[in-house]
């Protein structure tokens, strides 16, 4: 249980949750929430609420697990026994290989991978699984923001040259015809919230595609030619994977219809909390009339993903009759008066029998290649079936798995979970006798008690070791659990309006250490309300009193695109400052508030814009005859930013990211303490040989007005054994402890080697696998994924250009740099105690020679 993490904590906690059901009763999940919310601790929650802890839980599950499952591997297939495995995660790298679409001439397989870490769609020689070449990018570009990996979003023109894509961008889902070969592409002319299971249909003049609004999920059919957008079946029911019949005046798919076969706006008397949802079976939808044809009804199971037969006479499916998804086959014969024959006359005739689930099937025109996905060895992987229709695993009817023959044990799950029943009389009158009995354990006996009562059956339960066996009975009105104004005057529900009520989300406290503060820590407690609209964040380092503290109040309103903010904030730091032969205590304070907005043009883009109030002072403690140097400003910001990168273990990996910056004080609040400022970042990852991967950034900033901002280089961020250069803290005034900024990383010098109103920098790092596992003897501490670094770094800072001299000539002739600086070394990252800790060694070089190695111990990740 403790190593479910990822897609297996779904799955496998719903497999553990299902056994505390089936061992301890229904009412046991509740009362496990609240023993583990109640001692805030996991394992004692379990022993409070079964008596057992979670090491010994995880025995039992597993071992009925076995149970259960493991009578079925001999009775079934893996799938590689019955199909050609074409993608093979442990070699090709990734774990979702999905969405796999053959095209019309069986000679290609389009599908969607994450072997290179990013959702791309990669075309495969559909006879050998050979990649013939990635044909999208995705999760990088506003483009292709999101691909659909979990319905089939992918389908191939007839003539087999172009992919038709549905993809996320810009919020919302829209479609894209690709060029195979020269992967230009159009986008068609529409936007839905989800776009789905894109068909191309076989005269290649309309595209069928399943399309979601906030109400509902249609079958919608779009026109080439005439660029109209069609709504096939408007209702309240939800559709899933249409497939073209060959002649193309019909399309197969899935619903939850069951025989509500008309499109038409429903009565105002169907109540759809009655309506079994639970169930996918297959239609048929005529395009010309709309006319809905069932052709399934199977209790307890679902059947999705038609695919028809090039004479148009069979069907390929996939059902989960027997608890395990697998391929199905059915006549479907379309007869001159357009009816379908199914159910009785044409019983379905199972494929396959997998013992893997079997997904997204796609199948050539002429019907003699299909392929599929199937989770295969804790991965996505896609295979290929040959002759699919002529296919037979030489049984009628495939043996249900255990669980699901327990499943049908208990009957099946007809009627909705709000089913209207008639209300006894002794519930219609509240004067009546109707009292509901609550045992706290011993079995009684209600056949004595009045009204309506609940009689609790204990002899399929396990008790927890502090359980109390016995109890008393205590008799409630149920009158005491119905609501009295829920209902307006005319008998229907009040809507109430939404009250924004905060709970918390999470506290936590944090710790670091600042090159020029050395230690700190602060506290963070963040609420917002139910729906993630509102965001109350508080911030709190404590010290003595408020003016010596670090605390902070900000409000985050969220419900629309432009995210707005405002918050108040105070910040104070003590450090030691030289004045002449001896150092002095300074306190620094900034306090002030900020309202700020952030509008996104995209997933990667964004704007952000703010209004900074600020007081800052610096007074000198041991020395109050020092006058304070008090400051005010008004800054308005604008920041254009852009971020799609893909994080490594300790450190950006792949992609890029840049910021462009304008603030500056306009003197609003005082004309001596003008200035502006433009700083820009840019940063571009190159990931290769799997976990290797390249860094590369420029960073550089430009200040001017009476009193422009600062910056410096020189040193590391959170550097723990720091030297300062000329041995002084570079904070001259209470400006400086707003506004200076570093330009770092620049390695092989001291901390602020280089002062200046504008600066460039560039670092390029080679980041790799040092050691994957290190296990130490004496002490048994294990150590994993200790990453090495190779860094070049190069800058300079400067107030005056004129003044500016990157290189000159030494004593003996050689050009060497002056004012540029240049460092280069080697480092190690590791986790240690939570904390990332790195360790580089850099050495400083002009051009001539190397200075003496200098160490770095710090802490974070790395740009």
Same mark, same amino acid.
């Given at each position: 249980? *403790?190593?479910l ?19 301890y009763g ?16 996991v394992?004692e929650?379990?022993?409070?609420a ?10 039992? /599950?597993?071992?009925?697990?076995k ?17 050609k ?15 796999? !679409?053959i ?33 999208v990018?995705?999760?990088r ?5 999101e691909?659909?990996?979990?319905? &089939? ?11 038709a894509?549905?993809?996320?961008s ?9 060029d195979v070969?020269?992967?230009?592409? $159009? ?6 919230? !989800?776009i789905?299971?894109v ?17 509902? =999920? ?25 497939? /073209? ?23 105002d008397?169907?109540?759809f909390?009655n309506?079994? %949802?639970h169930?996918?079976d ?16 199977? &209790? ?13 006479? $069979? ?21 001159d ?13 199972p ?7 079997? %997904?997204?099937?796609?199948?050539? #025109? ?18 290929l ?7 037979? &695993?030489g049984?009628s ?16 799950r007809?009627?909705?979970?709000? $089913?209207e029943k008639?209300i ?13 009995q ?7 006996d209600?056949s ?8 609790v ?8 070791d ?9 008799n ?12 307006? @005057? ?17 506290i ?5 250490y600042?090159?020029l %503060?050395g ?5 963070v407690i ?13 911030v ?8 010596? =503290?670090?605390?902070g109040?900000?409000?985050?309103y969220?419900p629309g ?18 004045r ?12 002030g ?8 043009? =995209?997933?990667?883009?964004r704007f952000?814009?703010?209004?900074? /109030? ?7 403690l ?22 799609n ?5 300790t ?7 840049? +910021?462009f910056?304008f603030?500056g ?10 200035? %502006? ?22 960073s ?12 410096f280089i020189?040193?590391? @961020? ?14 001259e005034?209470?400006?400086d402890? !707003? ?7 620049l390695?092989?010098?001291?901390? #602020? ?13 080679l980041?790799f696998?040092?050691? +994957?596992?290190?296990?130490?003897? #004496?002490? &048994?501490?294990?150590?994993s ?7 070049i ?7 005056k250009n004129? *003044?500016?001299q990157?290189?000159?000539?030494? $004593? ?5 740099t002056?004012?540029l ?14 904390f990332?800790v790195r360790?580089d ?7 001539h ?9 710090s802490l974070?990740?790395?740009?």
């Amino acid at each position: 249980i *403790q190593q479910l993490g990822g897609y297996f904590a779904y799955r496998g906690g719903e497999a553990v949750f299902y056994y505390i059901e089936k061992k301890y009763g229904k009412e046991k999940i509740g009362e496990l929430i609240n023993k583990i919310k109640s001692t805030g601790n996991v394992d004692e929650g379990f022993k409070a609420a079964i008596g057992i802890d979670l090491k010994e839980l995880n025995e039992r /599950w597993k071992k009925d697990i076995k149970k259960t499952f493991w009578p079925d591997i001999a009775k079934r297939n893996d799938p590689d026994e019955f199909a050609k495995r074409l993608t093979d995660h442990r070699e090709d790298g990734g774990f979702y290989n999905t969405s796999p !679409a053959i095209s019309p001439q069986g000679d290609k397989i389009a599908f969607i991978s994450n072997r290179d870490y990013y959702f791309d769609v990669y075309i495969m020689n559909a006879t050998d699984g050979k990649i013939i070449k990635k044909l999208v990018k995705g999760n990088r570009t506003n483009n292709f923001e999101e691909l659909n990996i979990l319905t &089939p979003g992918l389908s191939w023109s007839p003539d087999g040259t172009r992919i038709a894509l549905s993809a996320k961008s810009g919020g919302y889902d829209v479609i894209y015809l690709i060029d195979v070969d020269t992967e230009d592409y $159009e986008v068609l002319p529409v936007q839905l919230d !989800a776009i789905e299971s894109v068909m191309w249909s076989p005269d290649g003049k309309n595209i069928a595609f399943i399309g979601q609004t906030p109400r509902q =999920s249609d079958i919608y059919l779009f026109n080439l030619d005439e660029k109209n957008l069609t709504n096939l079946t408007s209702d309240l029911f939800t559709d899933a994977s249409p497939a /073209w019949a060959p002649d193309g005046k019909k399309l197969y798919f899935s619903s939850d219809r069951t025989d509500e076969l008309t499109t038409k706006v429903m009565p105002d008397s169907f109540k759809f909390y009655n309506h079994d %949802y639970h169930q996918l079976d297959l239609y048929s939808i005529d395009i010309s009339s709309k006319k809905i044809d069932r052709i399934t009804d199977l &209790p307890l199971s679902d059947e999705t993903s038609p695919v028809v037969d090039a004479a148009g006479e $069979e069907i390929l499916y996939i059902s989960d009759a027997n608890g395990i998804n697998n391929i199905y086959k059915r006549k479907v014969l379309i007869s001159d008066k357009d009816t379908v024959k199914t159910l009785t006359e044409f019983p379905a005739i199972p494929v396959t029998n997998s013992l893997n689930g079997l %997904y997204q099937i796609s199948v050539s #025109a002429d019907g003699k290649k299909l392929v599929f996905s199937s989770l295969y060895q804790s991965a996505f992987n896609i295979f290929l079936l040959t002759n699919p229709f002529e296919l037979s &695993p030489g049984i009628s009817q495939l043996e249900p798995t255990i669980y699901i023959q327990n499943l049908k044990n208990k009957g099946s799950r007809k009627g909705g979970l709000f $089913e209207e029943k008639e209300i006894s009389e002794t519930q219609k009158d509240s004067t009546k006798s109707n009292d509901v009995q609550f045992y706290t354990g011993s079995f009684v006996d209600s056949s004595a008690a009045p009204g309506d009562s609940i009689k609790v059956d204990f002899h399929n339960y396990v008790f927890g070791d502090n359980s109390k066996i016995g109890g008393d009975t205590i008799n409630v009105k149920d009158s005491l659990f119905t609501p009295t104004d829920n209902l307006d @005057e005319n008998g229907n529900f009040k809507v109430n309006r939404y009250k924004i009520t905060f709970s918390p989300d999470l506290i936590y406290a944090n710790a670091g250490y600042s090159s020029l %503060y050395g230690l700190l820590g602060t506290t963070v407690i963040s609420f917002s309300d139910i729906l993630g609209n509102h965001k109350l964040i508080g911030v709190t380092s404590l010290q003595v009193d408020l003016k010596n =503290s670090d605390y902070g109040l900000a409000y985050q309103y969220l419900p629309g695109r432009i995210n707005f903010g405002v918050e108040g904030f105070h910040t104070a730091r003590f450090i030691f400052l030289s004045r002449g032969n001896r150092s002095n205590l300074f306190r620094y304070r900034n306090y002030g508030a900020i309202i700020s907005a952030s509008y996104p043009l =995209s997933k990667f883009n964004r704007f952000d814009a703010g209004l900074s /109030w600020l007081n800052v002072s610096q007074e000198n403690l041991d020395s109050p005859s020092e006058p304070t140097d008090k400051v005010n400003y008004l800054i308005p910001t604008l920041s254009f930013v852009h971020d799609n990168v893909l994080w490594g273990y300790t450190s950006p990996a792949d992609g890029s990211r840049y +910021r462009f910056d304008f603030m500056g004080n306009p003197g609003i609040l005082g004309k001596k303490n003008t200035f %502006y400022s433009f700083l820009g970042d840019y940063r571009n990852y190159f990931l290769f040989w799997g976990d290797y991967s390249f860094a590369f950034r420029l960073s550089g900033a430009y200040s001017g007005g009476l009193t422009p901002q600062r910056f410096f280089i020189g040193g590391i @961020e959170n550097w723990i054994n720091r030297n300062f250069a000329n041995t002084n803290i570079p904070l001259e005034s209470a400006a400086d402890f !707003a506004f200076l900024t570093p330009g770092l990383p620049l390695r092989g010098f001291d901390y #602020a080697q280089q002062i200046g109103t504008r600066y460039g920098l560039m670092n390029m790092e080679l980041r790799f696998p040092l050691i +994957r596992y290190l296990v130490t003897g #004496a002490l &048994p501490i294990l150590f994993s994924n200790i990453l090495g670094t190779a860094f070049i770094d190069m800058g300079s800072a400067w107030t005056k250009n004129e *003044q500016l001299q990157l290189f000159n000539k030494n $004593e003996n002739g050689k050009i060497v740099t002056k004012d540029l600086l240049m460092g280069t070394g080697f480092g190690a990252r590791v986790y240690l105690l939570y904390f990332l800790v790195r360790f580089d060694v850099a050495w400083a070089y002009n051009l001539h020679h190397f200075s003496q190695p200098k160490f770095y111990i710090s802490l974070g990740a790395d740009f």
